[in-house]
């Protein structure tokens, strides 16, 4: 099974600010990996696929980087409603699907 | 539109046995494949199982044995039966749509299950 280990478990930025979020995989997972967002009390959702693909009707200001091993998720530019949790999910070697612990992007 | 709509959620003792639901729509049901992904309270993202549209299915080693994923393409409703249910099965279970590649690209709204004396 592909462990997957997001960090910082918190991450603590200003609005307008730029926020980068890190997901390690424990092999190669080449470039199939996906981020989500989740607001609290709500189902996640796709922000990010093909680890650098804006799902559809994703803002901009949201991006994707990395292969095989190390990824990020950039958020530049951080409005009020991208404070949530991310997950990243690698969908390489499945089944078993395997998500990061993911990180809470708060308001400084 | 595509939604996802689970029921069956609610209150089991240890033990007993649940049936979840999810009715599909806005998409062709039949040709995709569908998982059920569980988050425990305050925890983070788990997968629990998936079926493919030719009615494979896999699981999470956490729940093999105990639950069994069925999908009726007549009615465009994905299933979960889960039965031996303990504390740690405790979570709102999602009902979710694989995109092309195993990428979870729609998700419904969640039902909580509770399992508890």
């Known amino acids: 099974e592909i462990v997957m280990t997001q960090s910082p478990a918190t991450l603590s930025v200003s609005p307008g600010e730029r926020a980068t979020l890190s997901c390690r995989a424990s092999q190669s997972v080449s470039n199939n990996l996906a981020w989500y967002q989740q607001k609290p009390g709500q189902a996640p959702r796709l922000l990010i696929y093909?680890?650098?693909t804006r799902a559809t009707g994703i803002p901009a200001r949201f991006s994707g980087s990395g292969s095989g091993t190390e990824f990020t998720l950039t958020v530049s530019s951080l409005q009020s409603e991208d404070f949530a949790v991310y997950y990243c999910q690698q969908y390489n070697k499945w089944p078993p699907y395997t998500f990061g612990q993911g990180t809470k992007l708060e308001s400084k | 539109e595509v939604q996802l709509v689970e029921s069956g959620g609610g209150l089991i003792q240890p033990g007993g046995s649940l049936r979840l639901s999810c009715a599909a729509s806005?998409?062709?049901?039949?040709?995709?494949?569908m998982t059920w992904v569980r988050q425990a309270p305050g925890k983070g993202l788990e997968w629990v199982s998936v079926?493919?549209?030719?009615?494979?299915?896999y699981y999470a080693d956490s729940v093999k044995g105990r639950f069994t994923i069925s999908r009726d393409n007549s009615k465009n409703t994905l299933y979960l039966q889960m039965n031996s249910l303990r504390a740690e099965d405790t979570a709102v279970y999602y009902c979710a749509r694989d995109g092309p590649g195993g990428r979870i690209d729609y998700w419904g709204q969640g039902t909580l299950v509770t399992v508890s004396s």
């Open positions: 079926i493919y549209s030719g009615g494979s299915t």
């Open positions: 806005g998409f062709i049901f039949s040709s995709e494949y």
């Open positions: 093909g680890a650098s």
